[in-house]
């Protein structure tokens, strides 16, 4: 289903798990927020840890600060990462499959999509860029051209904007 072999690994259990067990919830945490910024998917060589690819004095992301990690590292501790491992990434073709043997199956409600421009899943193949009208006829895509992965962190007050216009045009 995806070209990237690191997304293929994250799809089975305890790959990406022996990867962050290596660090501390922090460093983790770090090292995906400095991955997924990029706009091309990050991939590990066959010998190599996914957070291999960052390198220990890689700088955060200038939207986020130490004390943004900390919160994140605090809440993650106490919840570990099992959930964020489960979706989206191991229940990807469950759903594929789940939709595509419903043919009737529409969210026939207002749904709203914003993407970063600069998010490397833009580029995947997936649902972001097939042809789902049939599937979500009252879909709304908007692209804030200079966002990535983390578009909501990046720009919280343009995301805020948008949402409050989208709910605003479904009030009733």
């Not at 700088?59 to 491992?85: C, H, I, N, Q």
């Not at 594929?96 to 998010?119: E, Y």
Request: aromatic fraction near 10%.
């Amino acid at each position: 289903m995806f070209p990237s072999k690191s997304l293929i690994c994250s799809q089975r259990s305890g790959v990406p798990e022996a990867d962050f067990r290596r660090f501390d919830v922090a460093t983790v945490i770090k090292k995906i927020y400095i991955l997924f910024c990029n706009s091309d998917m990050p991939i590990a060589a066959k010998n190599e840890q996914t957070l291999d690819l960052v390198k220990d004095d890689d700088p955060l992301p200038p939207w986020m600060t130490e004390d943004d990690l900390r919160v994140y590292a605090d809440l993650y501790g106490k919840s570990t990462f099992e959930y964020p491992m489960q979706v989206p990434y191991r229940c990807l073709e469950i759903v594929d499959t789940r939709i595509a043997s419903r043919q009737n199956f529409v969210i026939n409600r207002p749904v709203l999509l914003i993407l970063g421009g600069k998010d490397y899943a833009i580029k995947l193949g997936n649902m972001i860029n097939q042809d789902n009208s049939h599937l979500l006829p009252q879909l709304k895509v908007v692209h804030i051209e200079d966002g990535n992965r983390f578009v909501q962190e990046q720009f919280p007050q343009e995301v805020n904007e948008i949402i409050i216009e989208f709910l605003g045009s479904i009030s009733t």
